[in-house]
């Protein structure tokens, strides 16, 4: 597994051996011990999450205030545009953001550590997004900053207006929202 650091210290861009041939491919995409020795990341997984979703879908940034989650997150299926901004409020690189394409064809994958929001924005007509959780879904600590916060400034390079749930159209402000210490 070839580990690629990003400009956000902690969350690494993970790309895994692909072994192809005239029949397909086979490639490893959980091994704890291999995460362990190549990467650092020594976490146990309790949740495992599939999201369908369709072109122009923009899901985030989501993030929960307590039973905090790291995320390891990958596209089975399409393409998408997956961000994740830096929320720890005495982080050198608090409000930053980091972008990465994961798709079906590249199969990368991103580890996100716990204090970062989380989304991404489908780039193909859908697209299949499945990741693991280190804490479970608990919707009473759960968070969403406004995808459009000037003050993080996030690029989503939109071809049109993003299709939006409720609770994302609802999003705080980074300054007004909850963040970790």
Known sequence: MNIVETSLPGVLILEPRVFADERGFFLETYNQRVLAETAGIDESFVQDNHSRSARNVLRGLHYQIKQAQ??????????????????????????????VELSAENKRMVWIPRGFAHGFLVK????????????????????????????????WHLNAEPVLSAKDSAGARLRDAEVFE
């Open 70 to 99: 790291g995320k390891l997150v990958r596209a089975i299926s399409g393409s998408v545009m997956d961000v994740c901004v830096d929320i720890r409020r005495t982080s050198p690189s608090f409000a930053r953001w980091v972008s």
């Open 124 to 155: 193909t007509e859908y697209a299949e997004v499945l990741y693991k959780t280190t804490d479970y879904w608990a919707p009473a600590h759960e968070r969403t900053i406004a995808w459009n916060d000037p003050d993080i400034a996030i690029n």
